[in-house]
């Protein structure tokens, strides 16, 4: 893994080194500037920080050129069938100079241009610079699913890309201003949905997706998308035999990514994902495992695997080393740098147990497995059981369905309870219920809805907003698959822009600032285009009123995990921040969020937000992750706005240290 940086155009040599030092975190291992000017006087450079996976020798150093050094490239990711495709190019008569996935990449641009990436299986974020043609051109990709990020400015002629936002910020002509619409996204659903960013002119290159700058001209095309059958499809085979092939199938996509020259572990939450990852991985070589969870007293009430006993057990059953991290942070003190590395304003507090099982993991293992991408294929979110719940209750009489509505507006935050999560969703159930599917699955990933953003906005910032859709890019997932069984609809919305917008979002940002690689074993692409054409959607989750979640999974890894762990219920990845708000960030929440900072933001009516945090207080609601939105926001605001410079020059002292 590493950061990529580059210019077209527009800045320097001191600029693309500045970009460049910023990410150090994302590459500690080593540092390079490829620069020229063209022959108009326009300044050109690629930027590489690198963290050695393969092949830790100088050879690996970027950026990388080809033999006659007309093609450049500055590279982030990996590739799983490198060797493959290795040995196909050395057939065709082209030569190497190292070990590594990146001299595959580029000699397979060399041969095939953008067509290339129609057959690379990996994760990856690269920059292609080809002096080939007497008007030069940079090429800039992204893996199929996301994973890894790349950030990009265009104004005209004038280009700059990064692996993250933070670097885009040293280019002296980039104005970043807050794109107030993105704000109001943030606000309904704790993160900002991919290409938009919280800056009006940064953006993210999607998913799936290539660009061109050319004849100073940037064009942006998809080359690859996750594909639904019809919702009347037949599938051929039988229950038995899709069990059999998945099973083969995932042992196929563990084993391709545990190819690395440095140690591998993985991330074990004693979960469904998580240990059938290791289960799988500790048939081939020794992993070391990794299980965070807080204290009890914090962990009351929480939707969380209460028990990292359960854990400890299945590691020593496949005699893994099992590392228990238990997690008692100074969270005041962490979030402002929590905050820097994630660029943007993301309200989940699932960064926490992120970063600092990534930051313990650190000492002994360079490249960790995660389970992320599990539940957007195999349908593990209640939110996809909670659509059949839905539609049952909408066949109830009218005065029946606005009385449990009533009845559950007044449930209280039901704090320390393990019913918490349960009335949690109840409440948005009910508030969804009389709405059409998609309407209803869209308004329960939200955390604000529009009454109550109208009256915690200022008039300013509504004004600013106008009849702003938040809720645009769903809609438009939701008309790509509109042929598609809604089960699988509700699926590609997720793994389109819920996933990389957020899960794939925080699990970079947080493993980068320990400088350690993440890899998604659910997200190999041939694995997940089988399970997307082949799985029926009833074999995903089977069942309405009590329905089994990721069922034929489930069926695949019996034989391979014992049942303690293959019925476990399921559990997020979260932290225990109703606990910190009510002792640890308290002072923290009335200081950040009092009424003069609010009023001077000129975004939010200090009286509302206030009430928001009396309420929580009191039990009357629960209003956690939306005081936990309010306090990320302030922070970032303080970080990237208010005094950014400061964190810009720490980066610097940090990298020539």
Sequence with gaps: MCGISGLVGVGDRETLARMT?????????????????????????????????????????????????????????????????????????????????????????ERYGPDCLHRLNGIFAFAICDLRSSSPEIFLARDHFGVKPLYYWSNGSRLAFASEMKALLEVR??????????????????????????????????????ALHRNQRLTIRKYWDLEFPEADAIYPRSEKALTNEIRERFCDSVKRQLISDVPVGAFLSAGLDSSSIVAIASQYQPIRTYTVSFPPKDRLGENTLDDPAVAARFARGLNCENQQIIAQPNVADLLPSLTWHMDEPVADPAIIPAYLVCRHARRTSTVLLSGVGGDELFAGYRKYSAHHWGEAYRRLPSPVRKLVQHELSRLPNLRGSRWKGNARLLK????????????????????????????????????????????????????????????NQMLYLDAKI???????????????????????????????????????????????????????????????????????????????????????LRELVDDLLCESRIRSRNLFRPAVVRTYIDEHRRGVQDWSMQIWQFLTLEIWMQTFLDRRTSHIDHTLQAATA
């Design 21 to 109: 030092a910023a990410q150090i975190h994302r590459g500690p291992d080593g540092f390079g500037l490829f620069d020229r000017h063209l022959p108009a006087g326009a300044y050109l450079g690629l930027g590489s920080r690198r963290l050695a996976i393969l092949d830790l020798s100088e050879s690996g150093h970027m950026p990388m050129s080809n033999q006659d050094r007309t093609l450049w490239i500055t590279y982030n990711g990996e590739i799983y069938n490198f060797r493959e495709l290795r040995q196909e190019l050395e057939s065709s008569g082209y030569s190497f100079r190292s070990e590594t996935d990146t001299e595959v990449v580029l000699h397979l641009y």
């Design 173 to 210: 002509e980039l104005d970043p201003n807050i794109d107030p619409q993105a704000l109001h996204q943030y606000l309904t659903f704790l993160w900002v949905p991919e290409p938009n960013t919280i800056f009006q002119n940064i953006r993210k290159l999607p998913a799936g997706h290539y």
């Design 428 to 487: 948005k159930m009910a508030r969804s219920a009389d709405l059409p599917p998609t309407q209803r699955f869209i308004m329960n990933c939200t955390y604000l809805n529009a009454k109550q953003k109208s009256m915690l906005y200022s008039p300013e910032f509504l004004n600013e907003i106008g009849d702003c859709d938040p809720s645009l890019p769903h809609r438009e997932a939701f008309e790509t698959v509109a042929h598609a069984e809604f089960l």
């Design 498 to 584: 819920f996933m990389p917008s957020l899960n794939l979002n925080y699990n970079d940002k947080m493993s980068m600032a320990s400088s350690v690689e993440v890899r998604v074993p659910f997200l190999d692409r041939s694995f997940a285009e089988f399970v997307a054409w082949n799985v029926p959607p009833a074999l995903k989750l089977k069942g309405s009123i009590r329905p089994t979640s990721k069922y034929i999974f489930r069926q695949a890894m019996k034989g391979i995990l014992p049942g303690e762990v293959l019925n476990q219920p399921k559990a997020g990845f979260a932290a225990p921040i109703d606990y910190w708000l009510g002792h640890d």
